[in-house]
T-cell receptor, first 114, second 114 residues
Framework: GESVGLHLPTLSVQEGDNSIINCAYS??????FIWYKQESGKGPQFIIDIRSNMDKRQGQRVTVLLNKTVKHLSLQIAATQPGDSAVYFC?????????????FGSGTRLLVRP | DTEVTQTPKHLVMGMTNKKSLKCEQHMGHRAMYWYKQKAKKPPELMFVYSYEKLSINESVPSRFSPECPNSSLLNLHLHALQPEDSALYLC?????????????FGPGTRLTVT
């Protein structure tokens, strides 16, 4: 079936380095994607979103890239900090049965080494 | 105010108990959601309310009963739960239920069924 998935379940980076978290999706009709950060014991926190009419969107220290040709999404975090340690989910807002539903990927745990 | 609040934070209940989870937002959002999240898994959609009407029920067992008393409040009534229902229950809201509106999540209620 169609899904949103991540390539790496765990990513360990050195503090100060850049992090790249990848996500693949299979529904080519999806037109809106979101990255969430979830810290232990908390709910998912919105980081950044991107619509399908864009290839790139930048926020504060974060960049999302969308490659519609290969149905790939990535989140880049510049100068990774200890506070960035969390699980990151990509999510696809997909039209299903006449309603929009947020479909989450399996998640990547980011560990930042001091 | 971009906060979604949930009470209680933790709940332990027996299989014969009846309890309720509560969610509140004051962002003027017209769509509200219940998700269930098991450990090390992504959130899974349970229910969607749009303009105080149930628009999506993801084939959730009837022992979970949602209620939307008004546009700011969302409840989840629990009755005769099973131990496998133990999970983090997340509430979320968005401006509308359409394709390009980010969902804001609450901190969740950690439910343990004994």
């Amino acid at each position: 079936g169609e899904s949103v998935g991540l390539h790496l379940p765990t990513l360990s980076v050195q503090e100060g380095d850049n992090s790249i978290i990848n996500c693949a999706y299979s529904n080519s009709a999806s037109d809106y994607f979101i990255w969430y950060k979830q810290e232990s014991g908390k709910g998912p926190q919105f980081i950044i979103d991107i619509r399908s009419n864009m290839d790139k969107r930048q926020g504060q220290r974060v960049t999302v890239l969308l490659n519609k040709t290969v149905k790939h999404l990535s989140l880049q975090i510049a100068a990774t900090q200890p506070g960035d340690s969390a699980v990151y989910f990509c999510a696809e807002n997909r039209l299903m049965d006449s309603s929009y539903k947020l479909i989450f990927g399996s998640g990547t745990r980011l560990l930042v080494r001091p | 105010d971009t906060e979604v609040t949930q009470t209680p934070k933790h709940l332990v209940m027996g299989m014969t108990n009846k309890k309720s989870l509560k969610c509140e937002q004051h962002m003027g959002h017209r769509a509200m959601y219940w998700y269930k999240q098991k450990a090390k898994k992504p959130p899974e959609l349970m229910f969607v309310y749009s303009y105080e009407k149930l628009s999506i029920n993801e084939s959730v067992p009837s022992r979970f009963s949602p209620e939307c008393p008004n546009s700011s409040l969302l409840n989840l009534h629990l009755h005769a739960l099973q131990p496998e229902d133990s999970a983090l229950y997340l509430c979320a809201s968005s401006q509308e239920g359409g394709s390009s509106y980010e969902q804001y999540f609450g901190p969740g209620t950690r439910l343990t069924v004994t």
